[in-house]
């Protein structure tokens, strides 16, 4: 990737122009990589792995909180008598989760400016605090209004995210980056198999272990035990990182001069204030970034949300039938793939390829991890005989999650979706890269993370509401939303061409 300035002015980092990178340095032909591939250093800088594992540890109980409501969102939905109607749920379980990611799209970018203001830290701790008091909140839901309201105050807290991708922005230079965001970016993968894990194991735990939780709390908030476990992992991790976590700021930091080993690069503080978002989005790389982290997002989101629903729905409507606890089994199965694939993958596929090249390759996994659904399906309706009773066509119909052949095809589309999710760490490669200034890194990761999560914002209720219709409608055997979000893989894949050069 060339990132060398085409004005006269190239010791100005704090100058905002279409191509100023964010670190400056001489050209030479020495320094050009060949096409496609990445550069590489002769002296890499020592990673900080203390630093960086204490903001993982923090980092990772988003996710838990996030993910640990999936596996019995619709059965509690269910419970609480939304709607009869079993084909209605997953536009149910879409707006809660809609709701979580628009309070995120509004929250980000102000999140992201006051940490360029007051800091990294104080921003990130804040915002997980209010996490783990939003997932008590969810804990004690006994109505719809009040799991929406809930889910939106935790997205509100959520949004500190772009602050968390700088803080590991200013921990690293361009000679250890490639090594450190994908052991970051096992955080995400980690804490959503760790939450999948807790919401699957414990959503019954009332009825799976009476002599432990018992008592009438338990019997008026059944779904209680994996929100009290997510919130105390994240008070827990809050003290951690208020304990061992530093600034990295480099207004806020005592060091305002550093210098990397691998070669004359300098950066120096800014006295400028952070260019403003129109100024950001006038850069072609931030607004080719942009544009590709929303279909990134839609796409990954979309695949979250969809994937429960498609496993709980039953087979007759274009699902599987699975149960809550094989659901999570299945969540954590895809998080261990994607943990797998950060720590032994990543690293070695960004020292042969260029992070845009991999950008693009990633994002075409897309559409194969959403066509495999419809062929899950087709699996499941020749291998199982169905007997519906005419009154009632889903409460005798059998479940898939015993077939050797449907468990195949899951870890084909899991792992499809994993290789997809690779393009989020190459997304902060590229964002880290292409921000004009030191000191405007929190506000360019603030603009690209508003389009990601504004994606994030609007594929829940799109992507549940559009599943529903085609199982409501039984199209294509219930499998229309699967080849739409086909299409929409290939046209997220095509906005990445620009990054490949």
């Not at 993982?56 to 709607?83: E, K």
């Not at 009438?216 to 061992?244: D, K, N, Q, R």
């Not at 690779?422 to 490669?429: D, E, I, K, V």
Request: with cysteine; charged share 15%; net charge neutral.
């Amino acid at each position: 990737m060339n990132t060398e300035p085409e004005g006269n002015d190239r010791n100005n980092i704090s100058g905002v122009t279409e191509s100023t990178p964010l670190l400056q340095h001489d050209a030479s032909p020495e320094n050009d990589a060949e096409q496609g591939r990445k550069t590489t250093t002769t002296v890499q800088t020592p990673v900080p792995w203390r630093q960086i594992l204490t903001l993982c540890a923090v980092r990772i109980v988003d996710p838990i909180a996030f993910s640990q409501i999936l596996p019995y969102i619709n059965d509690m939905l269910r419970d609480m008598h939304v709607t009869d109607d079993p084909a209605r749920i997953g536009f149910y379980s879409g707006l809660t989760e809609s709701a979580f990611s628009l309070a995120v799209m509004l929250a980000i970018y102000p999140w992201a400016r006051v940490s360029d203001h007051v800091g990294r830290k104080p921003v990130l701790l804040s915002g997980t605090i209010g996490v783990a008091l939003a997932t008590l909140s969810f804990m004690l839901a006994l109505n719809f209004p009040w799991i929406v309201v809930s889910r939106f105050v935790a997205g509100l807290c959520s949004g500190n995210s772009a602050a968390v991708h700088s803080i590991v922005g200013e921990m690293v230079d361009d000679s250890n980056a490639a090594q450190v965001y994908p052991i970051y970016g096992l955080s995400f993968p980690l804490g959503t198999t760790v939450g999948a894990f807790i919401g699957g194991t414990f959503a019954y735990a009332p009825l799976k272990w009476p002599f432990i939780f018992r008592g009438s709390f338990f019997e008026i908030y059944p779904y209680a035990v994996p929100s009290l476990i997510s919130a105390c992992f994240t008070f827990t991790s809050v003290i951690f990182g208020a304990i061992y976590l530093e600034e990295t700021h480099p207004d806020k930091t005592k060091a305002n001069l550093r210098k990397t080993a691998s070669s004359d690069i300098t950066i120096v503080r800014s006295l400028e204030p952070p260019p403003s978002a129109l100024t950001l989005i006038r850069i072609p790389r931030i607004r080719s970034l942009t544009i590709s982290g929303f279909f990134l997002c839609f796409l990954s989101s979309s695949f979250d949300i969809v994937f429960t629903l498609f496993a709980f729905t039953p087979i007759p409507l274009g699902g599987l039938g699975f149960r809550p606890f094989r659901i999570g089994l299945a969540i954590s199965i895809s998080g261990i793939m994607g943990g797998l694939l950060s720590v032994l993958g990543m690293p070695r596929i960004l020292r042969r390829w260029s992070p845009g090249v991999v950008y693009w390759f990633a994002m075409g996994f897309w559409p194969l991890a959403f066509a495999m659904m419809p062929v899950l399906n087709t699996i499941s309706r020749w291998k199982l005989e169905l007997t519906m009773m005419p009154e009632d066509p889903v409460i005798s119909v059998p479940s898939a999650e015993s077939d050797p052949a449907v468990w195949i095809g899951i870890v084909i589309a899991l792992a499809a979706s994993k290789i997809g999710c690779m393009a989020y760490g190459c997304n902060m490669l590229l964002v880290r890269a292409s921000a004009p200034a030191p000191n405007a890194l929190g506000s360019t990761n603030g603009v690209v993370h508003l389009s990601i999560n504004f994606a994030r914002a609007i594929s829940p209720a799109l992507t549940s509401s559009l599943f529903a219709f085609s199982t409501q409608h039984n199209i294509l055997q219930g499998s229309l939303w699967a080849w739409v979000m086909v299409i929409i893989g290939f046209i997220g894949q095509y906005t990445t061409r620009v990054l490949r050069m």
